[in-house]
């Protein structure tokens, strides 16, 4: 049987109630760690939740931009980034370790997710940032670092487009979000033979009842909804 996992970024502050609904149908939460969004409380809530439901609990950095939700990239140097990337990811560590439910892996965010995917510099160090810290990366699959990494978790988009060249289509361009639930199941049989995990992002319109589809789809065909 073959397996998947499904993961989502969690703890943005867009809806308590939308986290939860998530938090039942997911494998790995991607939890926002004060980068982009959420602050102490949040990842606490957030822990909690992943925690009382078996749910793998992944750190999701981000550039220092709450104003753009860390969806636009910044001009910092690569040790600034550093610096940044593991405070947040240590903040969130400190707090899973308070409620006994380990950090297994990175999950860049946004900006900083799309930079990485594209520069292996960038992903250079936060794979050896991760390593250092006894994680994981969550990378986009098909990109430089995420095929060649044996401590990648390779990711695929449920809800985004993608380019001829396997990035993925800005989200300021047409059709770069995926709404429809028969487009959005479509996706993910087609991209689940070369992913290890499958996202939905929680500020899609209507994300739950998307990765209902998308469940329903994956085990008709036969996968097991595991991040194991």
Do not use: W
Not at 20 to 40: R, Y
Not at 68 to 74: D, Q
Not at 90 to 114: C, D, F, Q, S
């Amino acid at each position: 049987m073959p397996k998947i996992d499904l993961n989502a970024d969690l703890g943005e502050g867009i809806a308590d109630h939308l986290d939860l609904e998530l938090l039942d149908l997911i494998t790995s939460a991607n939890v926002a760690c004060g980068g982009h969004a959420g602050d102490e409380a949040t990842m606490t809530k957030t822990v909690r939740g992943a925690k009382a439901r078996g749910v793998r609990i992944g750190a999701h950095p981000s550039y220092p931009d709450r104003v753009n939700f860390g969806r636009r990239s910044l001009p910092m140097g690569i040790e600034a980034i550093r610096t940044s990337v593991e405070d947040q990811v240590r903040t969130l560590m400190k707090i899973a370790e308070e409620e006994a439910a380990p950090v297994i892996y990175i999950k860049p965010h946004g900006a900083l997710y799309n930079d990485a995917s594209l520069d292996s510099d960038l992903a250079g160090v936060v794979l050896s940032m991760a390593k250092e810290m006894g994680l994981m990366t969550m990378l986009l699959a098909g990109s430089p670092m995420a095929d060649r990494e044996p401590s990648v978790i390779r990711e695929g988009f449920l809800d985004r487009s993608y380019m001829p060249d396997g990035s993925l289509v800005p989200r300021s361009e047409p059709g770069a979000l995926l709404t429809d639930p028969e487009k959005v199941s479509q996706q993910a049989l087609l991209i689940a033979p070369r992913v290890d995990s499958l996202c939905i992002h929680s500020d899609t319109p209507n994300a739950v009842t998307l990765l209902k589809h998308a469940v329903d789809a994956l085990e008709n065909e036969g996968y097991e909804i595991t991040a194991s």
